[in-house]
């Protein structure tokens, strides 16, 4: 159920990203949705690819700092509100989220947010008791 | 001239009386220091037989490693009773360098930094600014005990906080600043950003002797114009006694040897072979008068070169060129010795570092700007942004609290860092010394 993303190093200057988004396109993977979180000097870049597994090890072939982290895929209603919401529900667990970010793709006429959490695990019940629908890895990205 | 007996010493004369305390120094170390029996054994030289100064070039070499091999006192030739001061470079414990002085020495110090600062114009009607860092670095207490044999008045400021300092320069009426040049270059800086209103030319200041570590003429002139004052340089090492080993005079040409009291010479520095006069190399210390420390053919790893002109200050003593270069990796920041080693040895400290790094080392307005790029592996990657800061400033802070110097530590990509065949491009300097 566990969704897998990628984290990559990259130093924070012109070409990097390009460096590596070409590793993945000569391989034919695809990118589903990709954020940078970033310092001045350098930035961790988080994707999740139609081929985790292939992209790592290419990334890692190619020299570049990579790891698999696994992260929720959360669907909400595409709607005012319905994201504070999911917050609030968290907030009453006590569920921190390390990071968060939307997916580019809405699955039907829903959203979809991923969110990194502490534990996982514990997040993951607490959000099926709440009634959440947690997107499951192969209805994501096919694979 | 402070000391003109020893200063203008005619040449042949000179060359008499370093022959004379260097067989009292060679049979002092021999006698005195177990390393000194062993190593001149083992090399067959017999100080009873020393006889010309030519003799010298069979006497082994005293590298800086074995200085740091005798940590603490192994070197030192006297019982801990005679010993009055103890003075120690810079560095973790486990490679720092002490030296011991008897009362003598302090004694001897403090003529040879007398003289120094007369070179530059001192005499007893001076007031001396000391804004070298007091301490066991040997510069602050080194100035000061000078500049009271010469009957100058004394500011033991010591280093940092540049607003007092200019304050003092002002209101004491301070003629003479002592620093390291690029802490004179700080405190013009300092001037023109937050005190519009002070003037150097309004005040006493008249001559900087700076030191402890390189520096150019074009810095020379920079400090000149901008302060108003003569700008001399002055050299020394702790091993062979601190400050006061050589300094310039009038005519800002070459720093003056104390020869009477420190023995030099210049060799290749891969064969170990004494080169002739004039050439450039490695320079080679033997004390003639230490008696606590005595250091026999100690390499500096400090490239220059020696030679003699008849000087219009009237000086007889041996002329070195400014140091601008060293023998080996060592890196002078801030006055701050530093070894690339040291750096690697933090990074291994900090867990699931690989020592690929590049120590990169340039000149931001005055003062010495240190990076140090090191390369990211799946060890210490992590997804969580705040946890790589956090390792970065962890290094910081290993760096900081280890060798002395704030760096800044750049995480980089792997394999961005040059590997060259063989030997690895850890320093890049930029600095142009």
Same mark, same amino acid.
């Given at each position: 159920?566990?969704?897998?993303?990628?984290?990559?190093?990259?130093?924070?200057?012109?070409?990097?990203?390009?460096?590596?988004?070409?590793?993945?396109?000569?391989?034919?993977?695809?990118?589903?949705?990709?954020?940078?979180?970033?310092?001045?000097?350098?930035?961790?870049?988080?994707?999740?690819?139609?081929?985790?597994?292939?992209?790592?090890?290419?990334?890692?072939?190619?020299?570049?700092?990579?790891?698999?982290?696994?992260?929720?895929?959360?669907?909400?209603?595409?709607? *005012?509100?319905?994201?504070?919401?999911?917050?609030?529900?968290?907030?009453?667990?006590?569920?921190?989220?390390?990071?968060?970010?939307?997916?580019?793709?809405?699955?039907?006429?829903?959203?979809?947010?991923?969110?990194?959490?502490?534990?996982?695990?514990?997040?993951?019940?607490?959000?099926?008791?709440?009634?959440?629908?947690?997107?499951?890895?192969?209805?994501?990205?096919?694979? | 001239?402070?000391?003109?007996?020893?200063?203008?010493?005619?040449?042949?004369?000179?060359?008499?009386?370093?022959?004379?305390?260097?067989?009292?120094?060679?049979?002092?170390?021999?006698?005195?220091? *177990?390393?000194?029996?062993?190593?001149?054994?083992?090399?067959?030289?017999?100080?009873?037989?020393?006889?010309?100064?030519?003799?010298?070039?069979?006497?082994?070499?005293?590298?800086?490693? @074995?200085?740091?091999?005798?940590? *603490?006192?192994?070197?030192?030739?006297? $019982?801990?009773?005679?010993?009055?001061?103890?003075?120690?470079?810079?560095?973790?414990?486990?490679?720092?360098?002490?030296?011991?002085?008897?009362?003598?020495?302090?004694?001897?110090? @403090?003529?040879?930094?007398?003289?120094?600062?007369?070179?530059?114009?001192?005499?007893?009607?001076?007031?001396?600014?000391?804004?070298?860092?007091?301490?066991?670095?040997?510069?602050?207490?080194?100035?000061?005990?000078?500049?009271?044999?010469?009957?100058?008045?004394?500011?033991?400021?010591?280093?940092?906080?540049?607003?007092?300092?200019?304050?003092?320069?002002?209101?004491?009426?301070?003629?003479?600043?002592?620093?390291?040049?690029?802490?004179?270059?700080?405190?013009?800086?300092?001037?023109?950003?937050?005190?519009?209103?002070?003037?150097?030319?309004?005040?006493?200041?008249?001559?900087?002797?700076?030191?402890?570590? $390189?520096?150019?003429?074009?810095?020379?002139?920079?400090?000149?114009?901008?302060?108003?004052?003569?700008?001399?340089?002055?050299?020394?090492?702790?091993?062979?006694?601190? *400050?006061?080993?050589?300094?310039?005079?009038?005519?800002?040409?070459?720093?003056?040897?104390?020869? !009477?009291?420190?023995?030099?010479?210049?060799?290749?520095?891969?064969?170990?072979?004494?080169? $002739?006069?004039?050439?450039?190399?490695?320079?080679?210390?033997?004390?003639?008068?230490?008696?606590?420390?005595?250091?026999?053919?100690?390499?500096?790893?400090?490239?220059?070169?020696?030679?003699?002109?008849?000087?219009?200050?009237?000086?007889?003593?041996?002329?070195?060129?400014?140091?601008?270069?060293?023998?080996?990796?060592?890196?002078?920041?801030?006055?701050?010795?530093?070894?690339?080693?040291?750096?690697?040895?933090?990074?291994?400290?900090?867990?699931?570092?690989?020592?690929?790094?590049?120590?990169?080392?340039?000149?931001?307005?005055?003062? !010495?700007?240190?990076?140090?790029?090191?390369?990211?592996?799946?060890?210490?990657?992590?997804?969580?942004?705040? @946890?790589?800061?956090?390792?970065?400033?962890?290094?910081?802070?290993?760096?900081?609290?280890?060798?002395?110097?704030?760096?800044?530590?750049?995480?980089?990509?792997?394999?961005?860092?040059?590997?060259?065949?063989?030997?690895?491009?850890?320093?890049?300097?930029?600095?142009?010394?």
């Amino acid at each position: 159920m566990n969704v897998t993303q990628l984290s990559l190093f990259l130093e924070n200057k012109p070409g990097h990203l390009q460096n590596a988004l070409k590793v993945l396109a000569e391989e034919g993977i695809n990118i589903m949705t990709l954020t940078i979180a970033e310092v001045a000097d350098f930035g961790i870049v988080r994707m999740i690819v139609n081929k985790p597994q292939k992209a790592l090890e290419v990334l890692r072939q190619n020299k570049f700092v990579c790891s698999p982290t696994d992260v929720l895929a959360i669907e909400l209603d595409d709607k *005012p509100g319905s994201l504070l919401k999911a917050l609030q529900t968290f907030s009453k667990r006590n569920l921190n989220i390390e990071y968060m970010y939307a997916f580019t793709e809405k699955r039907g006429d829903r959203a979809v947010m991923i969110f990194k959490f502490a534990d996982i695990e514990a997040a993951k019940k607490a959000l099926l008791e709440e009634g959440f629908n947690v997107v499951k890895k192969i209805d994501l990205i096919g694979e | 001239m402070f000391n003109k007996q020893y200063e203008a010493m005619e040449v042949k004369k000179l060359k008499e009386l370093q022959l004379e305390r260097l067989k009292w120094s060679l049979k002092h170390a021999y006698n005195n220091v *177990p390393y000194y029996r062993q190593s001149f054994d083992k090399a067959k030289f017999n100080p009873d037989k020393f006889s010309s100064l030519d003799d010298l070039k069979h006497v082994p070499f005293l590298m800086k490693q @074995a200085m740091r091999d005798s940590y *603490p006192f192994g070197l030192f030739a006297v $019982p801990m009773e005679k010993v009055i001061r103890i003075h120690s470079s810079s560095g973790t414990t486990g490679n720092a360098t002490v030296v011991g002085y008897t009362k003598n020495d302090i004694e001897v110090w @403090a003529e040879v930094m007398a003289r120094t600062i007369a070179a530059a114009g001192g005499t007893e009607k001076d007031i001396v600014q000391v804004a070298y860092g007091y301490g066991l670095f040997t510069g602050g207490l080194g100035v000061h005990y000078g500049a009271e044999k010469l009957g100058a008045t004394v500011i033991p400021i010591s280093g940092g906080n540049t607003e007092r300092q200019l304050m003092l320069i002002k209101d004491f009426g301070t003629t003479i600043l002592a620093c390291t040049p690029s802490y004179a270059i700080n405190m013009a800086d300092f001037v023109e950003k937050k005190m519009p209103d002070y003037d150097f030319k309004k005040t006493k200041l008249k001559a900087g002797i700076f030191g402890a570590e $390189p520096w150019t003429e074009s810095m020379r002139k920079e400090i000149e114009t901008r302060m108003g004052i003569d700008a001399y340089d002055i050299y020394g090492l702790s091993e062979v006694i601190g *400050p006061g080993v050589s300094c310039e005079c009038s005519q800002k040409s070459g720093l003056h040897v104390f020869e !009477d009291h420190f023995y030099v010479e210049v060799i290749d520095p891969e064969t170990g072979e004494v080169l $002739p006069e004039g050439e450039k190399g490695e320079i080679v210390y033997t004390s003639l008068t230490k008696e606590a420390c005595p250091v026999i053919r100690y390499r500096s790893r400090d490239i220059t070169r020696i030679y003699r002109d008849s000087c219009k200050c009237g000086r007889t003593l041996i002329k070195m060129e400014k140091v601008t270069g060293r023998s080996d990796d060592m890196l002078i920041i801030r006055g701050v010795n530093v070894f690339p080693m040291q750096i690697e040895a933090v990074l291994m400290e900090i867990e699931g570092t690989e020592p690929h790094y590049q120590i990169i080392v340039d000149r931001k307005g005055a003062l !010495d700007d240190v990076e140090i790029m090191v390369e990211v592996n799946e060890r210490i990657f992590t997804d969580e942004l705040g @946890a790589l800061k956090g390792l970065a400033e962890r290094i910081e802070q290993r760096i900081r609290s280890a060798l002395g110097i704030s760096a800044k530590i750049t995480l980089v990509e792997p394999s961005t860092l040059q590997r060259s065949e063989g030997k690895a491009k850890r320093v890049i300097d930029k600095r142009q010394l």
